[in-house]
């Protein structure tokens, strides 16, 4: 439940800011399929990878968890 409320929170933000799944693993030093595969909850997202994402999305980590409940 939690690990889905991460990644709608994610894929939400990623929208929002018009991002693509190609320019956030860019923009957070990680690879296209990783990003995807989280997105569809087909890999496990570590919490450096977390902090890796939301360094590429330009949030921080109280703003994130601030809308996840």
Same mark, same amino acid.
Request: net charge positive.
């Given at each position: 439940?939690? *690990?889905?409320? %991460? ?6 933000? #990623?929208?929002?800011?018009?991002? !693509?799944? $190609? &320019?956030?693993?860019e923009d957070s030093?990680?690879? *296209?399929?990783? %990003? ?6 087909? #890999?496990?997202?570590?919490?450096? !990878?977390? $902090? &890796?994402?939301?360094?590429?999305l330009g949030v ?10």
């Amino acid at each position: 439940m939690l *690990r889905k409320k %991460i990644v709608n929170r994610l894929i939400e933000l #990623r929208k929002t800011k018009g991002i !693509s799944q $190609e &320019k956030l693993a860019e923009d957070s030093g990680l690879d *296209r399929t990783y %990003i995807s595969g989280v997105e569809r909850m087909a #890999r496990n997202l570590t919490i450096d !990878s977390l $902090e &890796k994402i939301l360094k590429g999305l330009g949030v921080s980590i109280e703003e994130f968890f601030s809308e996840i409940k």
